[in-house]
Structures are given as C-alpha cells and as structure tokens.
C-alpha cells in the first residue's frame, strides 16, 4: 500500500496536483496491516496527518475488512467510494457492510497463484483507483509507475505497468461511479466527545492478575502468521544453534540436535528463513502449509 500510495501520488502530481501522500504503519511484524494516504488538490495543502473522512478507500487484502485494528470503515460516509480486491461481488459486500455507498470489485489473482510470489498488488490498487478518480490520464499513470519502480528493473516496471493499466482500464466500467472531492470540515462544527466518569474499582476486580510465571504461552501468536518457515531436515546439518538463537521469540525448540518449530507461538518473522546457513528453513504461505496439513491428514486417516 506504500507502493500505491507513492504512484497514485505521483501520478496525481504529474497530471498538475499539490499532493501529499504517506504510509501509516501498525505493528511492527510481518503480516500487519499497513495503510496509506493520498491527499491531491489543485490548492495548495495546508492540513496534516491522517485523512479522517476519505473520500476513496482502496482495500488490497479484503479479509481486512471486517478487522477493527485495520481501521478500513473508519470515518467513511454514504458519499465515500469503496475499491475492494476481492472475489466476492460487490452486491456480496453490499450486503456484508449494509453500505449506501458505491462498492467497487477490483477482481484479485486466482486462488492457485503462489501467494508467495510477488503480486505486484500496489501498482493494480493504483491503476483502480486512478481510473475511478477520472482526474489521472493513462499516460500519467504509466509514467507515475516508471518514475517510482524504475529502479527495479524493465521486468518489474512491465509487469506493474501491465497490471496498472489493465486496473485502470477495468475501472472503464464504472465509469457511472464517480469520486466526489470532499470539502473541508471546519473547527465551528466540532462536537466535544461525552465522557463517561468510570468509578475507580479496586485493583483485584478490575486489573489482570497473575497467578503463575509462563503465563505468556497462552497466548497463540502464531495466530498472526501470514508465511510458516518450514524445516527440510534433509538439509538441516544440526547447528540447531543458529536457528534457535536467533528467533525473536524462542518458538524453536531443540531435542538433541534436531530442531523443532513451535507453530503455536511463531509469528512469521522468517529471520529463522534468512539465518539458515544450510537454507533448511523455507517459507511457505500459510494457507498452503494448512491444505497440505489438511491433506496429510486424510492420507493418514
């Protein structure tokens, strides 16, 4: 979404826009949410931070949406354009979000791609949502992805130009959907929050007790996890050391020289992935770890 942001924001620059544009980012582990704004105006832009009721939201991941911490829904209005990747329909999200609002599908890859694999998604988010703007010509498109991904070389730029555009192009269709430019809110309007007086309650009721030292591994953090480092033991050489040290969160366990991974609190880090000197450890999305899991399973059974 960084990426998105950078290119939307250029674009919109190259087609004669004072614009803004920054990433927000959340926790700091792999798989957590990050967002991005884009501010564009042919004023100059005298307000900061973040964009409290945006006018477009683009959603890369859709199963962010229903996420509270991810803050998708926040402060958006019957006005606000909603642009999903997903491969529901929009009639589908209509109905989940009980929105009066325009939803927009962004068709996402197919379900066989190797979700580990690039998927180039920062440049399709961009082309959508400068084809629903209808500010931003195709020319600047192109040339906003050239200017930010240039640097990664002629495959990178083709393969993010080709999705780009054919984003934009898609968006040709709802054509009907327009972006409305939001006005400004002004400081007279504001209503003070009504604060609840809390009575204090005594500490043993209301604050967490422990009872007990390792209480820590009840917690599943491996919950979080988007890639699982998988050990191939026919390359593992037994310098269980390496790969034991080095996780952050001591999920590697180790029986003689052999080591084990605790999924149950592994988080998907893959530090274990780049420390490996043999390259044992590979990192295999986790939707594709639970269906072999799920296959085996059956095998067995």
Known sequence: MKTASRILGTAFFLAGFEVQDAPRYGAERRGAPIFAYVRADKKT??????IDHPDLVVVADDSLVPLPAAGVLQGISEETVILI????????WQHRLNSKGAIVILPETEENEDRAQLRYIGA???GGAAGLLGVIA???LQQAILAELGHLGNTVVTRNTSNGLAAFDYMAKHAVIKVKEGHTVSARDYIRPQWLDIPFEDARISAPIIHA???SVEVHTGLWRTMRPIIDYRLCRGCWWVCSTFCPDGAINVTGNRPEIDYDHCKGCLVCVAQCPPHAIAAVPETQALEQEKEAQ???S
Do not use: F, M, Q
């Open 85 to 92: 990747n997903s491969h529901e329909s929009g009639d589908v």
């Open 298 to 300: 059956g095998e067995s």
């Open 213 to 215: 030292g390792l209480t």
């Open 124 to 126: 399709t988010c961009a």
């Open 45 to 50: 832009i005298n307000e900061r931070g973040i």
């Open 138 to 140: 195709k020319e600047r």
